[in-house]
């Protein structure tokens, strides 16, 4: 499959991804997405699905923005010679309370080192405020499938982080 396939095939999927994790339309991120798919495809082993590891990597590099400096920067104002965040909505105040300090780090890091669809419910219900719902249609799968893979995430990182509980 050549790049101009992977992108026609891709390129609505990819789009829609970072705009519902980022909350805005950004072509740097889909240039960042397709690099990588193109830096890696030697890496992919094809096990398993080649739309659903584009999809993750989509999230991976959405969620590496959210988290990357320049974006808290911008979150950023001074008034008065104070520091305070200028927090836009509950989903990003999430995200931002996490990332600023050491702990928020280091569950950020086991929700990426969850399985893809383990850390995709996640991602949805906790950081974007899905409920399970929404989160059943926009993932077209049951509901009772989102609730097993939130209750197995939540048990595996409650077992990776039991030193912070």
Not at 36 to 52: D, H, M, P, T
Not at 72 to 87: G, P, Y
């Amino acid at each position: 499959m050549n790049f101009k396939e992977i992108f026609n095939l891709n390129r609505n999927n990819v789009k829609n991804i970072i705009k519902n994790i980022t909350s805005e339309e950004n072509e740097d991120l889909e240039q960042e997405v397709y690099i990588k798919v193109l830096n890696n495809s030697r890496k992919y082993e094809e096990r398993g699905n080649f739309k659903a590891w584009i999809n993750t990597i989509a999230r991976n590099v959405s969620i590496d923005y959210l988290k990357s400096s320049r974006v808290k920067k911008e979150c950023l104002a001074t008034e008065d010679n104070n520091i305070f965040l200028n927090v836009k909505d509950k989903k990003e105040s999430l995200e931002l309370q996490l990332i600023q300090n050491e702990e928020g780090k280091r569950i950020l890091k086991e929700i990426n080192n969850l399985k893809p669809k383990l850390k995709e419910v996640i991602v949805y219900t906790e950081f974007l405020g899905y409920s399970y719902e929404d989160c059943a249609k926009k993932l077209k799968c049951p509901i009772g499938t989102i609730k097993s893979r939130i209750f197995n995430a939540k048990k595996i990182l409650s077992e990776k982080l039991s030193d912070l509980l």
